[in-house]
């Protein structure tokens, strides 16, 4: 079973739409969760963290279900630059980062 | 805002060489990472340093590689004797406190192709 699993997508999306990613993870114990968004050739960047409580940012909604091992990102209104890989992101025992595949979204006027 | 910085930005290398690739985590952090992507799958975990010790490794890592922080600023990843499947980006990463409370920041990658 992958560690970390997600839709590869793509998600092919017009401006405006809302789309939502979901994420699943193997390791009960983990303890930290992320997106992380990586465009084509470039390093992830932290989008933000995943916490139980749920947390917004701006147009972006993250949400961690540690009963179900499950996280999910909405993002509302999307613009053409969010188009890039999202990266379900789980961190481990030893600091070690657990990657998702990614999935990809592309957004288009 | 600071950065993690890496160089070279690609590397090109014959199979059987050694490698080392650099990178200056940002100035006050503590903990420091390697991370490695094949073109066109995920980004997995190689190493993990601190106080100047390897605090985890994964089975990639294995004796063909080894890092170092020679002086107070350079975090450095060597690979001895090259091998084609080595080909990959090569991210480098730091953290400034306790991990788990933390991000890790990423630098822009070392473009590392095997011959």
């Known amino acids: 079973r992958k560690e970390v699993e997600q839709d590869p997508g793509p998600f092919n999306v017009p401006e405006g739409a809302t789309v939502a990613f979901n994420c699943t993870y193997s390791n009960s114990a983990s303890q930290s969760f992320f997106w992380y968004r990586q465009d084509c050739r470039k390093e992830p960047k932290l989008l933000m963290s995943?916490?139980?409580s749920g947390n917004e940012d701006g147009r972006f909604t993250a949400q961690l279900n540690r009963a179900s091992q499950y996280i999910s990102l909405l993002i509302r209104d999307s613009k053409l630059s969010d188009s890039a890989t999202y990266l379900c992101v789980v961190m481990e025992y030893g600091n070690k980062l657990v990657f998702g595949a990614g999935t990809i979204l592309r957004v288009k006027s | 805002e600071p950065e993690v910085t890496q160089t070279p930005s690609h590397q090109v290398t014959q199979m059987g060489q050694e490698v080392i690739l650099r990178c200056v985590p940002i100035s006050n952090h503590l903990y420091f990472y390697w991370y490695r992507q094949i073109l066109g799958q995920k980004v997995e975990f190689l190493v993990s340093?601190?106080?100047?010790?390897?605090?985890?490794k994964s089975e990639i890592f294995d004796d063909q590689f080894s890092v170092e922080r020679p002086d107070g600023s350079n975090f450095t990843l060597k690979i001895r004797s090259t091998k084609l499947e080595d080909s990959a980006m090569y991210f480098c990463?730091?953290?400034?406190?306790?991990?788990?409370?933390?991000?890790?920041?990423f630098g822009p990658g070392t473009r590392l192709t095997v011959l």
């Open positions: 990463a730091s953290t400034k406190d306790s991990p788990f409370a933390d991000t890790q920041y």
């Open positions: 340093f601190y106080n100047n010790e390897i605090s985890e």
């Open positions: 995943v916490y139980s």
